[in-house]
């Protein structure tokens, strides 16, 4: 296995972005980041082999949940829809854009805690099924369907 420095370096912008995410606070994902590095180090061994990027995202969930349960709650923003790339768009572009992601962002926000978390980890985080599970602690199959059911109701939501 790796040092935990060069899980850092390769892992810390992932994790970062995915506790961010989930808090909506910087500072917060921050504390959280170092909490999720100092209990892998602490866990190294106790790692059994496998997706060592899987193994981190399950222990920034669990203190994530470890967090949450002091009394904080997922809240998801249009800015992780945003793309930061330097593009020029026009105007009404960026408006017109910018509401339709406030509106699905507003959406997420309404779905349960499994079914937003299983959208964010597949498709704003970009893990596959079976990380996704891994991350949650549930079966893939279950995990596909809380995303195909996310999927479904933010469909149905935004076509209202």
Same mark, same amino acid.
């Given at each position: %296995? &790796?040092?935990?420095?060069?899980?850092f370096? #390769?892992?810390?912008?992932?994790?970062?972005?995915? #506790?961010?995410t989930?808090?909506?606070?910087? !500072?917060?994902a921050?504390? #959280?980041?170092?909490?999720?590095?100092?209990?892998?180090?602490?866990? %190294?061994?106790a790692?059994?082999?496998?997706?060592?990027?899987?193994?981190?995202?399950?222990?920034a969930?669990n203190?994530?949940i470890? +967090?949450?349960?002091?009394?904080?709650?997922?809240?998801?923003?249009?800015?992780?829809?945003? +793309?930061?790339?330097? %593009?020029?768009?026009? #105007?009404?572009?960026?408006?017109?854009?910018?509401?339709?992601?406030? !509106?699905?962002? *507003?959406?997420?926000?309404? @779905?349960?805690?499994?079914?937003?978390?299983?959208?964010?980890l597949?498709?704003?985080?970009? @893990?596959?099924?079976?990380?996704?599970? =891994?991350? %949650?602690?549930i079966?893939?199959? &279950?995990?596909?369907?809380?995303? !195909?059911?996310?999927?479904?109701?933010?469909?149905? =939501?935004?076509? *209202?």
């Amino acid at each position: %296995m &790796n040092s935990i420095e060069d899980l850092f370096k #390769l892992y810390a912008n992932d994790v970062y972005r995915f #506790l961010l995410t989930m808090t909506k606070d910087e !500072h917060a994902a921050e504390d #959280l980041l170092q909490d999720t590095f100092y209990k892998a180090f602490i866990n %190294m061994d106790a790692y059994t082999g496998g997706n060592i990027k899987a193994w981190l995202f399950t222990i920034a969930r669990n203190t994530f949940i470890d +967090d949450f349960r002091k009394n904080k709650r997922i809240v998801v923003s249009s800015d992780i829809f945003k +793309d930061d790339n330097g %593009m020029q768009f026009a #105007l009404e572009d960026i408006v017109v854009t910018n509401d339709i992601v406030d !509106h699905i962002a *507003e959406i997420i926000n309404k @779905l349960p805690l499994n079914q937003r978390k299983a959208i964010i980890l597949k498709d704003f985080r970009g @893990l596959t099924y079976e990380e996704g599970a =891994e991350i %949650m602690e549930i079966k893939s199959s &279950n995990f596909k369907t809380l995303v !195909h059911r996310a999927r479904k109701t933010i469909r149905l =939501e935004y076509k *209202e």
